[in-house]
Nanobody, 124 residues
Framework: QVQLVESGGGLVQAGGSLRLSCAAS????????MGWFRQAPEKEREFVAA????????YYTDSVKGRFTISRDNAGNTVHLQMNSLKPEVTAGYYC?????????????????WGPGTQVTVSS
């Protein structure tokens, strides 16, 4: 089992940056692909980014490509989401998640473990 805790959210002005972190418990962190999802008020939760177990392959939703970067530190049991050039429309709760297997990285139902989330608010 894996327990996940996000940090790094906050209030930032448009154009600014934030770096989200997700700390994972357990010794098998490198057995899981990791993903970031977000949920804005009155909207469905959606995929943002994912990274395979080794960290060699990443996936992004189109709207964040070139601005967000997902990375992981398997030795430190952490995954990060660097978010640059932030826009107000990305305001949402951001959730870290872990999944086994080697496919369906963008599908939230494939993820087995979730963190409680961290709020990101971008002001205009």
């Amino acid at each position: 089992q894996v327990q996940l805790v996000e940090s790094g959210g906050g209030l930032v002005q448009a154009g600014g940056s934030l770096r989200l972190s997700c700390a994972a418990s357990g010794r098998t962190f490198n057995s899981y692909a990791m993903g970031w999802f977000r949920q804005a008020p009155e909207k469905e939760r959606e995929f943002v980014a994912a990274i395979r177990r080794s960290g060699g392959v990443t996936y992004y939703t189109d709207s964040v490509k070139g601005r967000f970067t997902i990375s992981r530190d398997n030795a430190g049991n952490t995954v990060h989401l660097q978010m640059n050039s932030l826009k107000p429309e990305v305001t949402a709760g951001y959730y870290c998640a872990a999944k086994g297997g080697t496919s369906w990285y963008t599908i939230q139902l494939q993820y087995d473990y979730w963190g409680p989330g961290t709020q990101v608010t971008v002001s205009s």
